[in-house]
């Protein structure tokens, strides 16, 4: 079934060009099952791009969705349109009473500045509290994700000699994980980031890793205990995400290197290779799927004893 979105939000239309199976809120009401509330914290500057590669993937699931754009109270972009944000955004502080069957955090362009010094730390550790309450299971993506560790757990994040930069190969390491449901043994996935978490503080913390890399270490991790997954790299990538970086530093003389395993022959001229959507449409796909079979038909159960039940 299709993802929900207002019929004017740009994502609409793109999603809809795209084949991708898009309902409007109109159409949506017409049906008598109850859809998915999925929350969406974009932390990310170019909004309007994370909401499409974001869509794009949970939108390709059988499952109605109804997606929400959630932003910082306080934070104001200066990268996205304020009509655009105006219209299609509610601060968390007008969220905080509602329940979301799932909610995803993106990263942001800020990993080089400790948890602490992030000018929005304060009320995303209150969102991360909320989220056991308030939500049945939540997805923290790239910095987003070292932000859910290091907040449950203590887990910290560690800066890297030089970036990881471009697909890298990641071993299943957990293949009986419903999450990695019909992934092969090992799957390219787009990495770009100055910092690194580490499977032995990782393990020590009593968390799994599900998927992961010599290269580049943890990828995608389970917490079981506090309903999260948390994934340290860019599955939602599209396929000119890494050469639109590139292209960026390169342009400005930033030291940056050509991607790894990106463009055919390493050769920036050259059209960049996807080597990853069909895992990125698995992993989303099951990640609704999971949600699917054990959130409770009565939202307002969410957050209680009565989460684990499946249908």
Known sequence: MPIKLPSNLPAFDVLTREGVMVMSE?????????PLKIGLLNLMPKKIQTENQFARLIGAT???IDLHLIRMSEHETKTTAAEHMAEFYRPFQDVRNDKFDGLIITGAPIEHLPFEDVLYWDELKEVMDWTQTHVHSTFGVCWGGMAMINHFHGVPKHM?????FGCFRQKNMAPASPYLRGFSDDCYIPVSRWTE????????????TLLGSEDTGPCLVEDAAH??????NHFEYDSGTLKEEYDRDAAKGAPIDVPV???PGDDPAA???????SHAHLLYANWISEIYLTTPFDMQK???DQTDLRK
Request: glycine share 6%; aromatic share 10%; no cysteine.
């Open 302 to 304: 969410i957050g209680s």
């Open 160 to 164: 890297l000699d030089a970036k990881s």
């Open 62 to 64: 059988p499952l109605q």
């Open 26 to 34: 109109e159409q949506a009401g017409q049906q008598d099952i109850r």
């Open 227 to 232: 309903r999260a997954l948390y994934i340290f």
């Open 271 to 277: 059209h960049p290779q996807n080597r990853w959507r």
């Open 197 to 208: 978490m580490r499977e032995d503080e990782i393990r020590a913390a009593g968390l799994t």
């Open 261 to 263: 395993n990106y463009y």
